[in-house]
């Protein structure tokens, strides 16, 4: 892999990095010159990408919603890299229905990894960054976090839940030299909201008429983990090929 790139000296916490987009974002991360930490409740295929990767890659197992696997993740990172300046939190639940049907443990749980999950990250790994001199959260929302989408009540609520944590975020790690930002994506290929092809009525919704591709969001993850982005913080980063605009 790539020696330098837009994150050449970039070290990178991702979580939910063993399949989807959190593959997608660790092999871009690689690409860009980053040293990335893979976290996953999915062993085999989590070390399997990291094997792939090589050298610049390492997988631990990982819930997001327990304290004491985030402390071991943060003493892995610190072993084979040194202390992280980028953190995704990419790790999530989702399932959709009518708000009022949903099992109150599947709730709690998705609430637990989506929200609690990331805070969880945030409150951890601040002191890293503080170390680090600084560095670049970025939590990951969607379109769900911005619109009342039909069955997506709970999914929804921990999306929008991210945002304000995001800003909050931001906020209170600012003088410390740690930008928190949130990406909100659409219809993404193979992913969430777009788990299979869309139909020509959801097409027509989309001004761009596809859905997103998963690069496309990693790309926008580089842009914000980077020093080309060093003065954005708190921000609302949509990607959706223009769905919310009306």
């Known amino acids: 892999m790539a020696s330098t790139g837009k994150l050449h000296g970039k070290i990178a916490i991702i979580t939910g990095a063993a399949q989807g987009m959190g593959a997608e974002h660790a ?8 040293r990335v930490v893979l976290t996953d409740l999915q062993e085999q295929a989590g070390q399997a990408l990291a094997t792939e990767l090589g050298a610049s890659a390492l997988f631990v197992r990982h819930d997001v919603s327990k304290a004491q696997d985030w402390d071991a993740v943060i003493a892995a990172t610190r072993a084979a890299f040194g202390p992280a300046n980028v ?15 949903a ?30 001199g600084g560095g670049s959260i970025i939590n990951l929302s969607s379109l769900a976090g911005m619109r009342g989408i039909p069955w997506h009540g709970i999914y929804g609520t921990s999306k929008w839940a991210i945002r304000g ?49 998963k690069s496309e969001v990693s790309q926008l993850a580089v842009f914000l983990a980077s020093d080309e982005s060093a003065y954005i913080t708190g921000g609302d980063h949509v990607i959706d090929g223009g769905r919310a605009l009306w």
């Open 27 to 34: 092999r871009v991360f690689v690409a860009e010159g980053a």
């Open 87 to 101: 953190l995704i939190n990419n790790a999530a639940m989702y399932f959709i229905g009518p708000v009022d049907e």
């Open 103 to 132: 099992d109150p443990e599947r709730v709690r749980k998705l609430l637990d990894v989506n929200v609690f999950g990331s805070w969880l990250g945030i409150s951890r790994i601040a002191p890293m960054m503080r170390e680090a």
């Open 165 to 213: 944590l995001t800003k909050t975020a931001a906020y209170d790690l600012g003088p410390s030299g740690i930008r928190v930002n949130a990406i909100l994506p659409g219809a993404i290929e193979e992913t969430g909201m777009a788990g299979g092809p869309l139909d020509e009525t959801q097409l027509a919704a989309i001004p761009l008429r596809r859905t997103g591709r």
